[in-house]
């Protein structure tokens, strides 16, 4: 089972509170817990990543294990700690601006 941390304004939008389990068929990725996740909640369709090219928003940012995977390639297989549940995978808003 995969823990997955959405922020608070998607937490809002998916009518979710705390962390969003997912079971992911296949090896874990950043692919395919978001495919796994837009299929459960389809409202969340545009947000994290671009609907047509797949690429993560600008201000959209993965940490798992306390390491920025933002920038590694979406089919990297996952920390084993996330793939076994006992780390999450933490989707973030993030933030710009002075």
Known sequence: ????????HLKNLAHVSGEVRLEVPGPATQR????????RYPMLLGTIRDR????????VR??????DLSNDSP????????IAGKEPFIILGAMAGG
Do not use: N, W
């Not at 089972?1 to 608070?8: C, D, S």
């Not at 047509?52 to 201000?59: D, I, L, V």
């Not at 089919?75 to 996330?82: A, C, G, N």
């Open 62 to 67: 993965f940490y798992a294990c306390e390491q």
């Open 75 to 82: 089919d990297e297989p996952l920390p084993e700690e996330v």
């Open 1 to 8: 089972m995969i823990r997955v941390v959405l922020p608070a």
């Open 32 to 39: 395919l817990i978001l495919d796994t996740l837009e299929a």
């Open 52 to 59: 047509h090219s797949g690429k993560r928003r600008a201000f």
